[in-house]
């Protein structure tokens, strides 16, 4: 073996990167229960939350992990720790759509043309069945309705003037309107992103949706459902705020100290302890009041240089031009003089409470992230509030400056609470640069913005106004001078990345761009914790069993494999972690169906290994091993290589836990490539040359010697025998109806429901029935005291009303089954019909893109299409069979749903299959060259048989395994992946079938046609 140094390196190398990663999880899970003991009731032994957040908020920027060359606090611990997905820790699922309809109308001025408003409506009618953009459906619409007209006449505006004239074209306006929809859903993703970071989730995921106008959200560990709702359905709120300077109110906080002091010296004198005097904040209400928004901020850290308002972008701020070394010496300097002001602050000199949340930073009080929340309570009392003047308005900035202060900024309230100016008179915001080259951001108002904006900022001529957003401050720019055209430009120290985001939140005020809930997923705690206990169990279950039919079939050789497969496991979950993955369910079902494939690629080194003993007697073993590793090479690499193209297909189409599962079948393929190929064989040669010849080849059971069935003799009842069944299962699917599809694919609403006793599922459905109309399906989930409740009533509502009623009716419908009280949902989940269609025709394109790709691969590897068309011929061959076995399953009562789920196990079944067939094949191409070299003179049916019979063992081993993890996946796994392991338990009977019996008996066939041609054309051209 070459380069083993390398090797040996590389090894050690991974290992002590996975260590190093793995770890930090560790390290959170210890900090976790610590917490959990810290808010256990010691009497009744239940978990307080608040106290539990408390805890955590503690130590949030403590350090809680220490290594000789770095410290980590909690929250960057959580950062690294390896994620939990919401199907294994509970959580919430949201996609949302951006109302594309919405910004056409603002783009219209609001027009109430007749035309504007039929044209959408039969561009909202199409969208149903298209993948089409909406602005092309709308241009569709427009022309067909009315041919002569133009567009340009209900766009052209005061307010687009620069973008559409009265003789722009159709095209051009709808290429305006393109651009408008994508920069709304671009916008209304960072405003989501900034409300989200806000929420205080752990690990949160929010990603745009590329090409589909939609927003994914993923909130693991959330338990209030309504809460985010509101947080992401909300409209954005821009408003443009006077400031008071903080020379203004020092009275109005000598009075709020003074106030604080009175209430702790009470506190310390009701309490006798005056190490117990924290005023009690519930956290969890942080971003519950519209007046405060303070602890719901990123953590994230930048600049505190503070902006200036010009007009046009003329003046800009020096400091921008400041090195970064000069910055951190500038950013210490500010921090030494910060402190020395607070010690001269008497104020903060009378009250301890006050002193610790309050600093003064010169222009603004600010606080730790982690106290606003308390301040907050203050803030809100009454008696608080009538200490500033004109009951004052306070708003936290976005996120902290570096020193992990947020500014605390009071506004100058007004007779009717409503905004001096409002965003709505916002016409564009961009970023920019200045003349030195430092981003900026330039804004441009309207005409009823412009007066007033020109009012606004004379009178504000070297004080601050400030942006605010969503109730957060973003920016609070000093004005230079009286601005009156409405053109003004925000400097100050900003990134490229942080200019364009208030460019982006500026514009977030020109169009309403709302969003509405098209997909939603909600996953109890218990659920989840159910799901990580059934996973692991069924991992932990089959890797047993293939550690021990391993070691039962090879001996030592089989020892080597099992220490490679669990190097294996180590390094997937390793990874898993290094690249911030998040594991999921289905995640934990790809490591164990990687358990089973693992095994393969040591199974054909074992076996080349035992052909090369047999073929020789007198060939050494290190020859032996040499000839079995090289030989094996090349099926290894392509069976391989085909599967891990499937997984990143997966990766591609596929959302949520489909993805987490491609994501874990990609790493697994990788890992079991090198463990199997380089670790096994780094062991197997050091003990070889210890001088154990009988290294463990050899067998604990009966092994298969070389078969010799005439496989290709049988291909036609083959044929027969796989018509027949899929002929059925085609019955089977007319007599029900149809697929059983999932609320994936069809649309609707689904609840697992749980009752405190058994209850039958064709009572349930009885009772709900006189409910809902519509489609209603109702079964038994697991354990007999849950059901899962699917129904399409109202799935063309979206509304949160409809979501609602649904919820109630179910509940209402099953009280009876629960004593009268309403049963408890785990989870539930939602898919519009418009996003139904989306994910069916994305799941069709997955398959069929699949299945042209390893066309491609396997003709271009091969050099025949014959090799191809046979195994596409297999491959349709299996997801047929497998879509068979589901509707004979739903016809003999045993009801599995097809969902995103089920598309990734036939996606892997496909893989599994073409990775069977694969090694055929490259037993084919061997045989077959030896037999031109060495003119043996079989023929090409002879050929085919001998490589079928050579790999024979190979396939029943590799299946064998598989079949292990795979049925116990499919008795241990839980509910939640049923559909998924029988597929997969089918899929690999059948696969493996197909591979002897489908694939290579059709390149036979192809191969006989093409001659017969041949033949028949050489004979036409002698004539």
Same mark, same amino acid.
């Given at each position: ?277 924290? *005023? %009690?904040? +519930? $956290? @969890? /209400? &942080?971003? #519950? ?36 070394? *000069? %910055?951190? +010496? $500038? @950013? /210490? &300097?500010? #921090? ?688």
């Amino acid at each position: 073996m070459r380069n083993k140094t390398g090797v040996i390196i590389l090894t050690v190398s991974i290992t002590l990167l996975c260590i190093y990663y793995l770890s930090f999880t560790f390290q959170a899970r210890s900090v976790q229960q610590k917490a959990e003991e810290y808010a256990r009731d010691p009497k009744t032994g239940v978990v307080s939350n608040s106290q539990k957040q408390k805890y955590f908020d503690s130590v949030d920027n403590q350090v809680v992990y220490k290594l000789p060359w770095a410290s980590y606090d909690y929250k960057e611990v959580k950062q690294k720790e390896l994620s939990l997905g919401l199907d294994l820790q509970g959580g919430m699922h949201v996609v949302v759509e951006v109302s594309p309809i919405e910004i056409i109308k603002a783009l219209s001025g609001s027009s109430a043309s007749v035309k504007l408003n039929r044209s959408l409506q039969e561009a909202q009618k199409a969208q149903a069945n298209s993948q089409e953009k909406f602005a092309f459906l709308f241009q569709n619409a427009f022309e067909k309705l009315y041919p002569n007209d133009k567009l340009a006449d209900i766009f052209a505006s005061s307010a687009n003037r620069e973008k559409i004239r009265t003789n722009s074209t159709n095209d051009e306006v709808i290429t305006f309107i393109g651009k408008e929809v994508d920069e709304g859903i671009d916008r209304a993703f960072e405003i989501l992103r900034r409300r989200i970071d806000k929420f205080g989730v752990a690990n949160p995921n929010i990603q745009k949706l590329p090409g589909s106008g939609r927003i994914m959200i993923e909130l693991p560990g959330v338990d209030n459902p309504e809460r985010v709702r509101k947080l992401i359905s909300g409209v954005a709120k821009l408003e443009f705020w006077e400031l008071y300077e903080l020379n203004e109110i020092a009275l109005s906080f000598s009075q709020l100290n003074q106030y604080m002091t009175k209430l702790e010296k009470a506190e310390q004198k009701t309490t006798g302890n005056s190490t117990k005097t924290e *005023t %009690k904040v +519930d $956290t @969890a /209400k &942080k971003t #519950d009041d519209n007046l405060l928004v303070a602890g719901d901020t990123t953590a994230q850290e930048t600049d505190s240089t503070e902006n200036s308002l010009v007009a046009g972008g003329t003046k800009t701020d020096s400091s921008k031009t400041d090195s970064a070394n *000069t %910055k951190k +010496d $500038t @950013a /210490k &300097k500010a #921090d030494t003089a910060k402190k020395k002001e607070v010690k001269k602050d008497t104020t903060q000199q009378i009250g301890s409470k006050f002193a610790r949340l309050f600093k003064n930073n010169g222009r603004n009080y600010a606080a730790l992230v982690k106290d606003t929340a308390e301040i907050n309570s203050y803030l809100r009392r009454a008696e608080v509030r009538r200490m500033f003047k004109g009951n004052a308005l306070f708003f936290w900035d976005v996120k902290p400056d570096a020193n992990g202060l947020l500014s605390l900024h009071i506004a100058k309230n007004t007779r009717g609470g409503k905004a001096p100016l409002e965003g709505d008179v916002v016409v564009d915001a961009r970023q920019e640069f200045d003349q030195n080259s430092q981003p900026e951001v330039s804004m441009r108002m309207n005409q009823l913005g412009t007066n007033e904006w020109k009012k606004l900022t004379r009178a504000n001529v070297g004080r601050r106004v400030a942006i605010v957003l969503d109730g957060n401050v973003y920016s609070a720019p000093t004005v230079q001078n009286e601005i009156p055209s409405g053109n003004s430009s925000i400097s100050g120290s900003f990134s490229i990345e942080e200019a364009k985001d208030l460019a982006n939140i500026l514009k977030a005020g020109k169009l309403p761009a709302p969003v509405r809930i098209v997909e939603e997923a909600i996953v109890g705690p218990s659920l989840g914790q159910k799901s990580i206990n059934q996973g692991l169990q069924s991992m932990l279950v089959g890797l047993g069993l293939v550690v021990i039919f391993m070691i039962l079939y090879y001996k030592l050789g089989g020892a080597i494999a099992n220490i490679a497969l669990l190097a294996n496991i180590f390094f997937i979950v390793g990874i898993l972690a290094q690249f911030g993955a998040v594991l999921t369910l289905p995640g934990i079902a790809g490591i164990v169906l990687t358990i089973g494939m693992s095994v393969d690629a040591n199974v054909l080194i074992y076996e080349r290994i035992r052909e090369e003993l047999r073929r020789e007697q007198a060939v050494k073993l290190p020859m032996a091993i040499k000839l079995g590793y090289e030989k094996a090479y090349s099926s290894i690499i392509d069976a391989n290589v085909t599967t891990f193209l499937i997984g990143a297909i997966l990766y591609s189409f596929g959302s949520g836990g489909v993805k987490g599962f491609a994501v874990t079948l990609m790493i697994g393929i990788a890992c079991s490539l090198f463990s199997a190929i380089f670790i096994t064989r780094l062991i197997i040669e050091a003990i070889s040359r210890g001088g154990k010849r009988n290294i463990g080849f050899s067998s604990f059971i009966p092994t298969m010697g070389k078969a010799n069935i005439q496989f290709i003799k049988l291909r036609k009842k083959a044929y027969m025998g796989s018509a027949a069944f899929i002929a059925c299962g085609i019955i089977a699917m007319v007599i029900n109806g149809g697929l059983n599809l999932g609320v994936d694919f069809k649309g609707g609403r689904s609840y697992v429901v749980k009752f405190e006793k058994s209850v039958a599922a064709t009572d349930a459905r009885q009772a709900l029935t006189e409910s809902f109309k519509g489609g209603l399906e109702v079964k038994t989930f697991g354990a007999s005291n849950q059901i899962k409740v699917t129904t399409s009533y109202l799935i063309d509502d979206e509304s949160q009303e409809a979501d609602k009623k649904v919820k109630a009716m179910v509940l209402n419908g099953l009280k009876k089954f629960n004593q009268g009280k309403a049963p408890s949902v785990e989870s539930s989940s939602k898919v519009g019909s418009t996003i139904a269609d989306d994910i069916r025709n994305t799941a069709q394109t997955a398959v069929l893109f699949s299945l042209v790709v390893i066309f491609i691969y396997i003709v271009v590897r091969f050099r025949r299409w014959q090799y191809g068309a046979g195994a596409i011929a297999a491959l349709f061959h299996d997801v047929l069979f497998v879509l068979s076995a589901f509707s004979i399953a739903h016809l003999l009562g045993f009801t599995l749903e097809i969902d995103q789920v089920f598309i990734a196990a036939i996606l892997t079944v496909i893989g599994y299959s073409i990775n069977d067939t694969v090694v055929v094949f490259d037993r084919i191409r061997e045989e077959d060259e030896d037999n031109t070299k060495g003119h043996r003179g079989q023929s090409f049916s002879e050929v085919l048989n001998n490589a079928i019979n050579n790999t024979l063992s190979r396939t029943v081993m590799t299946s064998t395994t598989t079949l292990v993890v795979v049925l116990t996946l499919f008795l241990a796994g839980g509910e939640v992946l049923r559909g998924f392991s029988f597929a997969l338990l089918v899929g690999v009977l059948v696969g493996t079938y197909s591979s002897v019996f489908i694939a290579s008996p059709v390149v036979l066939d192809f191969y006989n046609m093409q001659k017969k041609k041949e033949k028949k054309a050489t004979t036409e051209a002698a004539k």
